[in-house]
């Protein structure tokens, strides 16, 4: 397929791997277990550490390991031209030689560190719980936003802190709502994350000077019988602004800008179906600096790739692995501005948790991968739900005409040569042909509760079967529809980067932030 962006990679030469073994070092005695607290890794330094007057906080929601890796590597399958073709190149030995993964700008920043994510309840935890740690530095439950265990107790936010004690500009930016878990963890107090009116209400409150993304949720409350948020935010002062055109004029805030393009559940489209003529998630980041940047006391920007997160809850790798290179694209806009601001600058990268239990192998394609393949999915499930799998139920459409469409669409087929990795087995077809007859005739599958949900999920039988298929045929695989106990990457370029290096808590990197910027 053609990209639409130029590929944000490498900012030098460096490996990831490289990088990560810089942040350790061998010691003869028994490591101590216990994260380290940031105001003693401070006190280790010889060097006064400085604060940055423009703080970039880039979260990948859902995004770990696995979600940075897979892209580096189905980019690099991409572009490993002589591994691909008919007749590679050839080792001493006769094996194929794979030249490796391209890697992400933010892969090769200058520190590297691992952030733990349990809650106060779950290994597992939730983006309200998970980005109130890396907000306030603290744990609480899973769907709490800034509150304590109790819900009586508010947590004050880094955001919150920057703009009122050190009095910089503060942008929120997020590819789903702009009340949703994440986002809202910046700037709102609420024991439920489901409170969307009560969030955007705090939204207005805030007095933050640039919002940009996705659309409120429940902008009219619950029951649509409250007072409009978006006018409320006029009368905040706030410029509403919600086309593309409008947008592009935009020079000043306080302004809240929802994207043009909503897609599923009015957030913005996945990047896999995104056109040219669409705002990126990099286009709302360049928006928040051209905003943010006239304050003289600085900024802080926190820019969440949401829609990472929902993906992987599909199980849609492609669309996974697009909205992760869409995220690198916002953070190269965040570089070049470092570029002319190198001494006052911070940027970190990471993810509140991982979502889906993504990994890099399949057991049906052993120790082979063919990464390439996921180029043949040419929208996102989400997409091909609403504009062909709605269509199918209501036109009863036949199993033959829907392959028409999912071949074009997903590259997959019925027939083919023999090294065709792209034709369906029978195995393959047969679980095809069950979840079309689930999902556009209703038939009953014959599975009982359990195995159903393990098939399928909460999501549309025939969508998630399709993109199960491509992942698996790819050597990609899923283990959850949910979200998983893994460590997240947290990667920093710029000033006090090395602050960032080692194996911590999440709720470190407040603690680390919090300190260096001189707020209580």
């Known amino acids: 397929m053609n990209w639409k962006r130029p590929l944000a990679l490498t900012l030098a030469a460096l490996s990831f791997g490289s990088t990560l073994a810089a942040c350790s070092g061998s010691t003869a005695a028994t490591p101590d277990p216990t994260p380290t607290p940031a105001a ?37 399958a991409l572009n490993d031209a002589d591994y691909w073709q008919a007749e590679p190149s050839l080792d001493d030995n006769g094996g194929a030689i794979l030249d490796g993964p391209e890697y992400l700008n933010f892969m090769n920043f200058e520190a590297a560190g691992s952030a733990v994510t349990y809650d106060s309840n779950s290994f597992c935890p939730d983006s309200a719980s998970t980005a109130t740690s890396l907000s306030t530095g603290h744990k609480t439950y899973s769907g709490t936003i800034n509150m ?34 994440t986002p809202a963890a910046f700037y709102a107090h609420q024991a439920s994350r489901n409170d969307y009116y009560e969030i955007g209400l705090e939204l ?53 800008i929802i994207d043009e393009h909503l897609a599923d559940g009015d957030a913005m489209a996945y990047e896999l179906d995104r056109t040219d003529e669409m705002w990126s998630l990099a286009d709302h980041v360049a928006k928040g600096i051209e905003v943010l940047e006239q304050d003289e006391d600085g900024f802080f920007m926190m820019c969440e790739g949401g829609k990472i997160d929902w993906a992987c809850h599909a199980n849609d790798a ?24 190198a001494d006052e600058t911070l940027i970190l990268v990471t993810g509140d948790h991982e979502t889906g ?20 999915q040419k929208i996102s499930f ?5 504009d062909y799998v709605a269509a199918y139920k209501e036109n009863k459409t036949s199993f033959e005409d829907v392959m028409a469409d999912v071949t074009e669409l997903f590259g997959l087929k019925t027939e083919g040569a023999e ?18 007859e689930k999902s556009v005739n ?46 997240v990457a947290v990667l920093a370029h710029g000033v006090n980067a090395e602050q960032f290096n080692g194996y911590y808590d999440n709720t470190e990197v407040y603690n680390k932030l919090a300190s260096m910027l001189n707020v209580a």
């Open 148 to 181: 304590d265990e109790t819900g009586t107790t508010a947590y004050e936010t880094i955001a919150e802190k920057v703009h009122e004690q050190l009095g910089m500009s503060v942008g929120v930016i997020s590819s789903v709502n702009l009340n949703h878990a």
């Open 442 to 487: 209703e038939t009953a599958t014959g599975m009982d509760e359990q195995q159903e949900y393990v098939m399928y999920g909460t999501y549309e039988p025939l969508s998630v079967t399709l993109t199960h298929i491509i992942n698996n045929k790819s050597g990609i695989s899923f283990t959850s529809y949910s979200h998983t106990g893994l460590p």
């Open 382 to 386: 989400a997409k091909f739900d609403s």
């Open 357 to 376: 239990g993504l990994t890099i192998g399949f057991a049906g394609t052993d120790y082979d991968t063919y990464l390439n393949l996921l180029e043949n």
């Open 204 to 256: 207005v409150e805030s007095g933050f000077e640039y919002f940009s993304g996705g659309g409120l949720l429940k902008p009219t409350g619950p029951d649509g019988d409250q007072e409009d948020l978006y006018a409320l935010a006029e009368q905040a002062g706030y410029n509403v602004v919600k086309t593309q055109a409008e947008a592009e004029q935009v020079t000043e805030g306080p302004v809240i």
């Open 40 to 76: 003693e890794v401070q006190s280790l330094s010889s060097e006064t550490v400085k604060s940055p007057k423009y703080v970039f906080l880039f979260i990948g929601d859902g995004m770990s390991y696995p979600q940075i890796q897979s892209t580096s590597d189905f980019l690099g």
């Open 318 to 341: 492609a669309s996974t692995i697009h909205d992760t290179q869409a995220l690198a694209d916002a953070v190269q806009v965040a570089i070049d501005f470092a570029k002319e601001h």
């Open 419 to 436: 090294d065709d990795k792209l034709v369906l087995t029978p195995y393959e077809l047969s679980l095809l042909k069950t979840a079309y």
